[in-house]
């Protein structure tokens, strides 16, 4: 049984940076794709980035292309998601979610998913 916590959220000035980090026990995650998705008040949860924690394929939504960078630490059994260049656009809780590498779920998909974690909330305001 495999659970996730992400932590790392918090509030920061525009222009900043922030990294996130998705830390997961019960089993190992060389086999599963992770995604990060964010959702903002009053909006629809959407992908951001993805990686297949196999071979190292990664995603990213344009809204944060060349902003964000999405890593894995296996022996540490985490993923994490440097966000540089934070706006205000990108406030929102921010989700770690993983689902087996052969199930072939992916971003953007939103509801396929296996696992979620509780997520952390991003709040980039001056």
């Known amino acids: 049984q495999l659970q996730i916590v992400e932590s790392g959220g918090g509030l920061v000035q525009p222009g900043g940076s922030l990294r996130l980090s998705c830390a997961a026990s019960g089993s190992a995650l060389d086999n599963y794709n992770i995604g990060w998705y964010r959702q903002a008040p009053g909006k629809e949860r959407v992908g951001i980035s993805c990686?297949?924690?196999?071979?190292?394929?990664?995603y990213y939504a344009d809204s944060v292309k060349g902003r964000f960078t999405i890593s894995r630490d296996n022996a540490k059994n985490t993923v994490y998601l440097q966000m540089n260049s934070l706006k205000s656009e990108d406030t929102a809780r921010y989700y770690c979610?993983?689902?087996?590498?052969?199930?072939?779920?992916?971003?953007?998909?939103?509801?396929?998913?296996?696992?979620w974690g509780k997520g952390t909330l991003v709040t980039v305001s001056s």
């Open positions: 990686i297949n924690n196999s071979d190292g394929t990664t």
């Open positions: 979610t993983a689902a087996p590498v052969d199930t072939g779920i992916w971003c953007p998909s939103t509801y396929a998913w296996y696992y």
